[in-house]
């Protein structure tokens, strides 16, 4: 149904988690996580993926002692979501005639 | 969980919304510098009018005072900050571009005297200049309007002498700096 979407980006947090960050330059991760309504747990197998795939950079650090990771989407993350976007597109146009 | 074309369309948005909601100014630096200028301008001004020899002497005390405090607060802020956006960005250059700006000024006008009529006049061109960008950022027309205010009072300040200079900076402060501070916090309190 969805063969053209690409399946990395076609599942609904690792989707949130890109469009998120899409809109901003970093965030962290408790803020992605309060944002896409995720468990840590679930976030971190996603986030990793994202990584694998080279759409994000994620960067652990420390603040005030607390480990600190924040992330930030890669040149490939936004192409592959320009394509995702596209591919939606011409899908729902297909599907409305 | 199966997702359909409509799902992703809405996370989407949902995400891309969220992160817009990101792009906020509580309007307090805008208050604390605007006070202090003005006070200071207005002590300046009572202090010169009564013929007191250090009347500028008020601002060494309170620029470096409002430097300080802006670091503190500029540390706390960036200890509570989980997400930059581009406009943080950009409004990090623009803030940098003008306290170097303003510092030359300060530093460089006071030393070389015989341009010491103009210094009021181009440090408020230096004010509105970066509120007006910084009016046009944040999409706050108050900003906007208040950078022309200080324009206007630059342009007037540069045909009359010290003592009402020191006036039209406190004029220019209360309109660019403290009138919008306040309406930039109202803002940011209706958007929590």
């Known amino acids: 149904m969805f063969k053209d979407l690409n399946p990395i980006l076609h599942s609904q947090l690792r989707l949130a988690v890109i469009s998120l960050l899409i809109g901003v330059k970093e965030a962290e991760f408790n803020y992605i996580k309060e944002k896409t309504a995720s468990t840590a747990g679930n976030l971190s197998v996603q986030l990793q993926k994202l990584k694998e795939a080279g759409y994000i950079e994620i960067d652990k650090s420390f603040r005030d002692n607390f480990p600190l990771t924040t992330c930030k989407i890669t040149a490939g993350g936004i192409a592959a979501f320009e394509t995702y976007v596209k591919n939606l597109k011409q899908y729902i146009q297909v599907k409305s005639k | 969980m199966e997702m359909n074309e409509n799902k992703a369309l809405e996370i989407i948005e949902q995400m891309i919304s969220n992160a817009k909601r990101e792009i906020k100014d509580n309007g307090k630096y805008h208050m604390m510098w605007g006070y202090l200028v003005f006070v200071s301008a207005l002590i300046d001004y009572f202090l010169l009018i009564t013929g007191k020899q250090y009347h500028a002497y008020v601002w060494g005390i309170l620029m470096p005072l409002g430097g300080l405090v802006s670091i ?40 070389t005297s015989k341009h010491w009529s103009s210094f009021y006049p181009v440090l408020m061109i230096i004010y509105a ?43 220019a402060v209360l309109s660019g700096f403290i009138i919008p501070g306040h309406l930039l916090n109202l803002r940011a309190r209706q958007h929590v």
């Open chain 2, 129 to 171: 200049f970066a509120l007006f960008i910084m009016g046009g950022i944040l999409q706050f027309r108050p900003l906007r309007m208040g950078a022309m205010a200080i324009w206007t009072c630059s342009f007037v300040a540069f045909f009359v002498g010290y003592d009402y200079q020191l006036l039209l900076l406190a004029l």
């Open chain 2, 72 to 111: 503190l607060m500029g540390r706390k802020q960036s200890k509570n900050q989980r997400v930059v956006t581009y406009v943080d960005e950009v409004f990090k250059y623009v803030i940098i571009a003008f306290v170097v700006s303003l510092l030359l000024v300060c530093l460089i006008m006071p030393m």
